[in-house]
């Protein structure tokens, strides 16, 4: 990964700002200690006493909409964790185009490699903000934490069983299926104590959710208005939904 500002961030050719690089060390500042997604990423399983020592080995960057900072191919050279906004992730076919595998939110950890390159690219929908580890340093923490290893082993097992699910709603599903079972599964990431969320925001496009469907917009919209006249959810705006009968949506999606 090159770019002119940081060492492997890369901004697409649309992309007009730099990311936004501050050094963090832990005398100085200590911005893990009042982190939204400590609790929700590998990061909890370091406890307060450690927080400096992770804040100085990270990199906290701020991102621009449509701006790339992991490149599929390029070396692997550093982990991701998503402190706030949502990205896109994706592969790219011979002739150009792009599949889009699935969205990372807050507390996702990227950039568990199973070789020396990175097997997709990630770039940020809206504004994001990530903390950027080198392999080195995040070599160093699993030393010091072990806990932290247990943690990201649990992370390369549920992105697993992510990826298996993926495989059953590609090949086996229909259009209906395919869509309850994405709402339900976003409904279940923001969920507190096992509950699902009954509000989803949705920051990406109709357009990328029919490319991690492998369905057309046409498809997808007319999902959505079938899903919303049958009253299992309700459309606010662009980019909110509300479940309004989950059991009829986990109906619609097949029993997941």
Same mark, same amino acid.
């Given at each position: 990964m090159t770019a002119a500002s940081a060492p492997h961030l890369h901004e697409p050719r649309a992309a007009t700002h730099r990311p936004i690089v501050l050094e963090l060390g832990g005398a100085v500042i200590d911005p893990c200690?009042?982190?939204?997604?400590?609790?929700?990423?590998?990061?909890?399983?370091?406890?307060?006493?450690?927080?400096?020592?992770?804040?100085?080995?990270?990199?906290?960057?701020?991102?621009?909409?449509?701006?790339?900072?992991?490149?599929?191919?390029?070396?692997a050279t550093h982990f991701f964790n998503i402190t706030a906004g949502t990205a896109r992730l994706f592969k790219l076919l011979p002739d150009g185009r792009r599949q889009i595998t699935g969205?990372?939110?807050?507390?996702?950890?990227l950039g568990l490699a199973v070789s020396d390159t990175y097997a997709f690219?990630?770039?940020?929908?809206?504004?994001? *903000?990530?903390?950027?580890?080198?392999?080195?340093?995040?070599?160093?923490?699993?030393?010091?934490? !072990? +806990? &932290? =290893?247990?943690?990201?082993?649990?992370?390369?097992?549920?992105?697993?069983?992510t990826a298996q699910e993926q495989m059953l709603l590609l090949g086996r599903k229909t259009a209906r299926e395919?869509?309850? *079972?994405?709402?339900?599964?976003?409904?279940?990431?923001?969920?507190?104590?096992?509950?699902?969320? !009954? +509000? &989803? =925001?949705?920051?990406?496009?109709?357009a990328d959710i029919a490319d991690y469907l492998g369905l057309t917009i046409e498809t997808v919209s007319r999902s959505f208005t079938k899903l919303r006249g049958d009253g299992l959810i309700a459309l606010e705006g662009a980019n909110s939904v509300v479940i309004r009968n989950l059991a009829a949506l986990e109906d619609a999606a097949?029993?997941?």
């Amino acid at each position: 990964m090159t770019a002119a500002s940081a060492p492997h961030l890369h901004e697409p050719r649309a992309a007009t700002h730099r990311p936004i690089v501050l050094e963090l060390g832990g005398a100085v500042i200590d911005p893990c200690s009042n982190c939204d997604a400590r609790s929700v990423s590998v990061c909890s399983a370091i406890d307060d006493d450690g927080l400096a020592r992770l804040a100085a080995a990270a990199v906290r960057t701020t991102l621009e909409p449509g701006q790339e900072f992991i490149a599929e191919g390029e070396p692997a050279t550093h982990f991701f964790n998503i402190t706030a906004g949502t990205a896109r992730l994706f592969k790219l076919l011979p002739d150009g185009r792009r599949q889009i595998t699935g969205f990372a939110g807050r507390g996702h950890f990227l950039g568990l490699a199973v070789s020396d390159t990175y097997a997709f690219g990630a770039e940020a929908i809206g504004p994001m *903000s990530i903390c950027r580890f080198t392999r080195s340093k995040m070599l160093g923490l699993l030393d010091e934490f !072990r +806990t &932290l =290893e247990q943690k990201l082993l649990q992370t390369a097992r549920s992105e697993l069983v992510t990826a298996q699910e993926q495989m059953l709603l590609l090949g086996r599903k229909t259009a209906r299926e395919r869509l309850a *079972s994405f709402l339900l599964a976003h409904a279940k990431a923001g969920s507190a104590c096992g509950i699902a969320a !009954r +509000t &989803l =925001e949705l920051p990406m496009t109709r357009a990328d959710i029919a490319d991690y469907l492998g369905l057309t917009i046409e498809t997808v919209s007319r999902s959505f208005t079938k899903l919303r006249g049958d009253g299992l959810i309700a459309l606010e705006g662009a980019n909110s939904v509300v479940i309004r009968n989950l059991a009829a949506l986990e109906d619609a999606a097949g029993g997941a």
